[in-house]
């Protein structure tokens, strides 16, 4: 059967479509990363990230429990209960005037339903409701800090190893160069032994240098595979997942000193605000241990209906329904110092919150002091060491060009090399501590992430 002309264009356009679609999936897949999508991926995936929601939604939920105890209690029941006899009352012999007998007269059924509903509204519990919302409250408050912390952490790490493969891939680079030079070296070598030039001892050495090369590249090529498998993990991708990424080491200048630095970690660190939190909350904590030597004052409302059938409508002995009002204290007075010791404990708890407080400020001022200095390091660094490259690729021109000239010896040449290679890795690995240790240090400042 032949096709009409239509039909072969409209099915031309769907698998062209659908080619289309699909190289764009695959693309999609496995494109370049940008940092901030792969910090993005990293806490849409995170399994601390997503317990530390759920931690969030607990503490929510007991909050919204503490807040119950400021509103009334309802509460109902129904229940039966028969007697083996119908209860009745004994009236003793002569009760009735004298010389009468001793009687019994009937006093109720003996089948009896009751149903009853009550509500209790608190209006006096010495602060303790209060107290209990306010813990539980900042309970709340306490697990989002500890979700901010989480972020934090989890940004650094991705931050960390996203620069981790950028410094991989540059000492990669480096490596392949360095071993192309050997090997172009090698190449001038060996044709200066054919003519008689050198001596095969410069041919050996050179070979040597070279082999060298091999094994310092095979070396590079490994870091940057387990620099590639650890960020898929950390964006808890499959591990062999091909990785490419936009490349932004750059020595951008840290402007802030370390004052300036330190003041604003004291002011954000979650952590810091998190242990501030649990001050407060310790002292809500001392507030509510302290609510026992109070009595408990609450207004109640009664209402029920009584029958000897289950529809409680009434019996002969009684009405089917009564209700009232009643107000209610009551207090526990002594319980042999129970309760005076629960508020020393809260006391205690208290007066440990305000030194983990004072203990987690010393160590943040010193985690921000030491960030710091390595960064101010590896920026000294990436100066010194861009000076030393200019330097050392003059130094490898000279003895290359005095080599060529059979001035300058083999040994010269390789050292000189030896010294650029050096020079150059030394570069990349500054520039790549230097962005690492300015990620840090904005996780020691609590701002490495905003959103």
């Given at each position: 059967?032949?096709?009409s002309?239509y039909s072969?264009?409209?099915?031309?356009?769907v698998?062209?479509?659908v080619?289309?679609?699909?190289?764009?999936?695959?693309?999609?897949?496995?494109?370049m990363?940008?940092?901030?999508?792969?910090?993005?991926?990293?806490?849409k995936?995170?399994v601390?990230?997503?317990?530390?929601?759920?931690g969030?939604?607990?503490?929510?939920?007991?909050?919204?429990?503490a807040?119950?105890?400021?509103?009334?209690?309802?509460?109902?029941?129904?229940?039966?209960?028969?007697?083996n006899?119908n209860p009745?009352?004994?009236?003793?012999?002569?009760?009735l005037?004298p010389?009468t007998p001793?009687?019994?007269?009937?006093?109720?059924?003996?089948?009896?339903?009751?149903w009853?509903t009550e509500?209790?509204q608190?209006?006096?519990?010495?602060?303790g409701?209060l107290?209990?919302?306010?813990?539980?409250?900042l309970?709340?408050d306490?697990?989002?800090?500890e979700?901010?912390?989480?972020?934090?952490?989890?940004?650094q790490e991705?931050?960390?190893?996203?620069f981790?493969?950028?410094?991989?891939?540059?000492?990669?680079?480096?490596?392949?160069?360095?071993?192309?030079?050997?090997?172009?070296?090698?190449?001038?070598a060996?044709?200066?032994?054919e003519v008689?030039?050198?001596?095969?001892n410069d041919?050996?050495?050179s070979?040597?240098?070279?082999a060298n090369?091999?094994?310092?590249?095979?070396?590079a090529?490994?870091?940057v595979?387990?620099?590639?498998?650890?960020?898929n993990?950390?964006?808890?991708?499959d591990?062999n997942?091909?990785?490419q990424i936009e490349?932004?080491?750059?020595?951008?200048p840290?402007d802030?000193?370390l004052?300036?630095s330190?003041?604003t970690?004291l002011?954000?660190r979650?952590?810091?605000?998190?242990q501030?939190l649990?001050v407060?909350q310790?002292k809500s904590?001392?507030?509510?241990?302290r609510?026992?030597y109070?009595?408990?004052?609450?207004?109640v409302?009664?209402?029920?209906?009584?029958?000897?059938?289950p529809?409680?409508?009434?019996?002969?002995f009684?009405?089917?329904e009564?209700?009232y009002?009643m107000?209610?204290?009551s207090?526990?007075?002594?319980e042999?110092?129970?309760t005076?010791?629960?508020v020393?404990?809260?006391?205690s708890?208290e007066?440990q919150?305000q030194?983990?407080?004072?203990n987690l400020?010393?160590q943040?001022?010193l985690e921000v002091?030491?960030?710091?200095l390595?960064?101010k390091?590896?920026?000294?660094q990436?100066?010194v060491?861009r000076?030393?490259?200019?330097?050392?690729?003059?130094?490898?021109?000279?003895?290359?060009?005095?080599?060529?000239?059979?001035?300058?010896?083999?040994?010269?040449?390789l050292?000189a090399l030896?010294l650029?290679?050096r020079?150059k890795?030394?570069?990349t690995?500054a520039?790549?501590d230097y962005?690492?240790n300015q990620?840090?240090?904005e996780?020691a400042?609590?701002?490495?992430?905003?959103k």
């Amino acid at each position: 059967m032949k096709m009409s002309r239509y039909s072969c264009v409209w099915l031309l356009t769907v698998l062209f479509s659908v080619f289309f679609l699909s190289s764009s999936w695959a693309a999609g897949g496995s494109g370049m990363l940008t940092l901030d999508e792969s910090i993005d991926l990293a806490l849409k995936q995170s399994v601390l990230i997503h317990a530390a929601e759920e931690g969030v939604l607990g503490a929510e939920a007991q909050k919204q429990e503490a807040l119950t105890g400021f509103l009334p209690k309802l509460n109902t029941s129904y229940n039966y209960t028969r007697y083996n006899v119908n209860p009745y009352l004994r009236v003793p012999a002569g009760a009735l005037g004298p010389g009468t007998p001793s009687s019994t007269i009937t006093a109720g059924t003996q089948d009896n339903y009751t149903w009853a509903t009550e509500v209790r509204q608190p209006l006096f519990a010495g602060g303790g409701i209060l107290a209990n919302y306010e813990v539980n409250k900042l309970g709340h408050d306490i697990s989002r800090m500890e979700k901010a912390a989480t972020v934090q952490d989890i940004v650094q790490e991705v931050k960390v190893s996203y620069f981790d493969i950028l410094k991989a891939e540059k000492l990669l680079g480096v490596a392949r160069q360095s071993l192309e030079q050997l090997q172009a070296h090698l190449n001038i070598a060996k044709n200066f032994f054919e003519v008689g030039l050198i001596p095969r001892n410069d041919v050996l050495q050179s070979e040597v240098q070279v082999a060298n090369g091999e094994q310092t590249l095979i070396r590079a090529e490994n870091s940057v595979e387990l620099a590639r498998s650890k960020f898929n993990t950390v964006l808890r991708r499959d591990i062999n997942t091909p990785v490419q990424i936009e490349d932004i080491l750059t020595d951008r200048p840290y402007d802030m000193t370390l004052e300036q630095s330190t003041t604003t970690a004291l002011e954000n660190r979650p952590e810091i605000k998190n242990q501030l939190l649990k001050v407060d909350q310790a002292k809500s904590q001392v507030k509510l241990a302290r609510s026992d030597y109070f009595p408990v004052i609450s207004a109640v409302g009664h209402y029920e209906r009584v029958g000897d059938t289950p529809g409680v409508t009434g019996s002969a002995f009684k009405d089917a329904e009564n209700w009232y009002v009643m107000g209610q204290a009551s207090w526990t007075f002594w319980e042999w110092g129970k309760t005076k010791n629960r508020v020393n404990a809260s006391r205690s708890r208290e007066n440990q919150s305000q030194d983990f407080l004072a203990n987690l400020k010393d160590q943040v001022t010193l985690e921000v002091k030491n960030a710091y200095l390595l960064l101010k390091e590896a920026e000294k660094q990436v100066r010194v060491t861009r000076k030393i490259i200019e330097q050392a690729e003059e130094n490898y021109r000279i003895n290359e060009e005095r080599y060529k000239e059979q001035v300058s010896t083999s040994t010269d040449v390789l050292d000189a090399l030896t010294l650029l290679t050096r020079a150059k890795s030394d570069y990349t690995t500054a520039l790549g501590d230097y962005n690492i240790n300015q990620a840090r240090l904005e996780r020691a400042m609590g701002t490495i992430y905003g959103k």
